[in-house]
């Protein structure tokens, strides 16, 4: 069974300071990963793609990438109150289109003001 | 911005009737998918679909559920006993064919079977 883990949450962190958020996964092949925001009783929203080792970076938010620690984190410097969600890791086996997405149970995750 | 609608919203059924979700993906996208989450859990994929084929089918995807693309436009997943576990929001997603994979999802359609 190929799995996506994440903390659950929730994880609170005060206004302006950095959310990091973490995921591993279990399938060594996996090569493409998502992070997706999804606010309550809504449909996920991507935020950021990463495909290679490394960081990669989009206004406020950075992705992380370590496919040998199996491992792939967001941060969200100066969070906001709008921040405030569940934030989902997917992952796909491969680069190409028309493979399903295997998300994590998300991540609570609330900026306090 | 293209989005991918879902409608309706909001479906409610008796226990083995038959429903239908209906989904536009986005125009010049070529593969189409079914995703649901039972409230309170992860996003599961069902099934994922490509030049009017299944190209995959989770073991949810069971002979009570079938999909379809009738026309152009539309991309269609039936439920044709539905059960109160099928209860869920369900979701459509469409990618497009240069690669990486992006998956855009609609605004879902919540199914509350009695």
């Known amino acids: 069974q190929k799995e996506v883990e994440q903390n659950s949450g929730p994880l609170s962190v005060p206004e302006g300071a950095i959310a990091s958020l973490n995921c591993t996964y279990s399938?060594?092949?996996?090569?493409?990963f998502f992070w997706y925001r999804q606010y309550s009783g809504k449909s996920p929203e991507l935020i950021m793609s990463?495909?290679?080792?490394g960081d990669k970076e989009d206004g406020r938010f950075t992705a992380q990438l370590n496919k040998a620690s199996q491992y792939v984190s967001l941060l969200i410097r100066d969070s906001q109150p709008s921040d405030s969600a569940t934030y989902l890791c997917a992952v796909t086996i491969s680069n190409f289109g028309n493979e399903k997405l295997t998300f994590g149970t998300g991540t609570r995750l609330t900026i306090i003001p | 911005e293209p989005e991918v609608t879902q409608t309706p919203s909001h479906q409610v059924t008796q226990m083995g009737q038959e429903v239908i979700l209906r989904c536009v993906p986005i125009s010049n996208h070529l593969y189409f998918y079914w995703y649901r989450q039972i409230l309170g859990q992860k996003v599961e994929f069902l099934v994922s679909?490509?030049?009017?084929?299944?190209?995959?089918k989770s073991e949810i995807f069971d002979d009570q559920f079938s999909v379809e693309r009738p026309d152009g436009s539309n991309f269609t997943l039936k439920i044709r006993s539905t059960k109160l576990e099928d209860s869920a929001m369900y979701f459509c997603?469409?990618?497009?064919?240069?690669?990486?994979?992006?998956?855009?999802f609609g605004a879902g359609t919540r199914l509350s079977v009695l």
């Open positions: 679909f490509y030049n009017n084929e299944i190209s995959e």
């Open positions: 990463i495909y290679s080792n």
């Open positions: 399938d060594r092949v996996s090569q493409s």
């Open positions: 997603a469409s990618s497009d064919a240069g690669g990486k994979n992006i998956q855009y």
